[in-house]
T-cell receptor, first 111, second 114 residues
Framework: GESVGLHLPTLSVQEGDNSIINCAYS??????FIWYKQESGKGPQFIID?????DKRQGQRVTVLLNKTVKHLSLQIAATQPGDSAVYFC??????????FGKGTRLSVIA | GAGVSQSPSNKVTEKGKDVELRCDPI?????LYWYRQSLGQGLEFLIY????????KSGLPSDRFSAERTGGSVSTLTIQRTQQEDSAVYLC????????????FGEGSWLTVV
């Protein structure tokens, strides 16, 4: 069935290295994607979004890439810091329907 | 307010009791959502409200769950006759409209049913 999911459930990265978190989606009609960061005991925090008419979008230390051909979304974090340790969720919006979330990837930054 | 506000932040209740969880969305946001997150899991959609339209209740897990939104602003999620499997974080979110707009979350209401 249609779903949003993640390739890797956990990711350990050395402090200062770049992190890449991947997400796959199955509905080609999805036109809006968001990455959220969730720290322990807190609600999801918006990081960056991208619309389907774009391939790449950059923020502060973060970049989201969208490959519509293979229905793949990734979040790149440059110079990963201990404060980046959290669970990261991708979510997709399919027209006038609520966001559908993936299961999340836990990012652990090794000092 | 500046962000989505939820109360209570923590609630411990006995099995069989009813609970009410409150959400105050960002001022002016027309769409309001409730999600549930069990320990270590992803977000499960429960219900959303968009303006004056009838709410989408398709995600509510049983008829013990209900929600209302008064005056297009504050929302209350009610769980009747709570069960232990209802223990989770209940997250509220809001946005400008439904499609293609950033959704902002509150910090959640942590419910424990004992």
């Amino acid at each position: 069935g249609e779903s949003v999911g993640l390739h890797l459930p956990t990711l350990s990265v050395q402090e200062g290295d770049n992190s890449i978190i991947n997400c796959a989606y199955s509905n080609s009609a999805s036109d809006y994607f968001i990455w959220y960061k969730q720290e322990s005991g807190k609600g999801p925090q918006f990081i960056i979004d991208i619309r389907s008419n774009m391939d790449k979008r950059q923020g502060q230390r973060v970049t989201v890439l969208l490959n519509k051909t293979v229905k793949h979304l990734s979040l790149q974090i440059a110079a990963t810091q201990p404060g980046d340790s959290a669970v990261y969720f991708c979510a997709e919006n399919r027209g006038n329907t609520p966001l559908v979330f993936g299961k999340g990837t836990r990012l652990s930054v090794i000092a | 307010g500046a962000g989505v506000s939820q109360s209570p932040s923590n609630k411990v209740t006995e099995k069989g009791k009813d609970v009410e969880l409150r959400c105050d969305p960002i001022s002016g946001h027309t769409a309001l959502y409730w999600y549930r997150q069990s320990l270590g899991q992803g977000l499960e959609f429960l219900i959303y409200f968009q303006g004056n339209s009838a709410p989408d209740k398709s995600g509510l897990p049983s008829d013990r769950f209900s929600a209302e939104r008064t005056g297009g602003s504050v929302s209350t999620l009610t769980i009747q006759r709570t069960q232990q499997e209802d223990s989770a974080v209940y997250l509220c979110a809001s946005s400008w409209g439904l499609s293609g707009n950033t959704i902002y979350f509150g910090e959640g209401s942590w419910l424990t049913v004992v």
